[in-house]
C-alpha cells in the first residue's frame, strides 16, 4: 500500500511539474492590429481614442494574464494598407504578412460593429500567420458601449478580457487539434 502511496504522490508531483512549465514557457507570439471601426449606424463615428483602448486593452490582457507575446507590426506598414486598417479584416493573407514581418505566430484582426449603442460587438479574426488561414472568428457583445465614460470603461477591460479568452482558446485549439487545449488565460 505504501508503495502505490508513494508512486501516485511521485505521479502527482511528475503532473505539477509539467503544469509549471507549461504556465512558465513564454506564450504563442501574436500580433493584434488596430481595432477598424465598422459604424453601420446613423450615429456619429465613435471617437478614434475610444475604439483603439479596446485593442489596448486587449493586448494587455494577453501579455498579462494570458502570457502571450504580443509584438508590435509596423504601424506605418499596417496604415497602407491598401483600403485602410479596415481592409485586413477582409484579407487576412495580407494581415497574415505583416504579422510574419514582426516574428508573430498568429495575428489578430478586430473590428468594432456599431448598429446603435445596444448593439455593439467586437469581433475578430484568429488568422494563422504562417499561411494566412483564418482559424476562428469570435465576438463578444458591448451593449451600451459609448453611451457612458463610466460604463464604456468597464465595457472594454470586460470586453477584452472576453475577447482574450475565446482567442486563447481558439489558438489552443488551433496548434494541437484533437488534443486537450493549453488554456492559459486566468480567470
Not at 7 to 28: D, I, N, Q
Not at 50 to 62: H, P, Y
Not at 90 to 97: G, L, N, W
Amino acid at each position: 500500500m505504501s508503495m502505490l502511496r508513494a508512486a501516485l504522490a511521485l505521479a502527482v508531483v511528475g503532473a505539477a511539474s509539467v503544469g509549471v512549465s507549461r504556465a512558465s514557457a513564454p506564450g504563442p507570439r501574436v500580433t493584434v492590429l488596430a481595432v477598424a471601426l465598422n459604424n453601420l449606424s446613423n450615429m456619429p463615428d465613435d471617437p478614434p481614442a475610444r475604439v483603439a483602448a479596446l485593442g489596448d486593452a486587449l493586448r494587455a490582457r494577453l501579455a498579462g494574464e494570458c502570457g502571450y507575446v504580443v509584438l508590435a507590426t509596423d504601424s506605418l506598414d499596417e496604415a497602407k494598407g491598401d483600403g485602410g486598417r479596415a481592409y485586413y479584416y477582409d484579407h487576412p493573407d495580407a494581415a497574415a504578412k505583416l504579422a510574419r514581418d514582426a516574428g508573430a505566430e498568429w495575428v489578430l484582426i478586430p473590428r468594432l460593429n456599431r448598429a446603435s449603442p445596444w448593439v455593439t460587438d467586437l469581433q475578430l479574426h484568429v488568422v494563422r500567420a504562417s499561411d494566412g488561414a483564418i482559424v476562428s472568428n469570435r465576438a463578444v457583445e458591448l451593449k451600451g458601449f459609448g453611451m457612458r465614460d463610466d460604463l464604456t470603461a468597464k465595457l472594454t477591460v470586460r470586453g477584452a478580457a472576453w475577447m482574450a479568452d475565446q482567442i486563447d482558446q481558439a489558438i489552443g485549439l488551433s496548434a494541437a487539434p484533437g488534443a486537450p487545449p493549453v488554456r492559459r488565460c486566468k480567470a
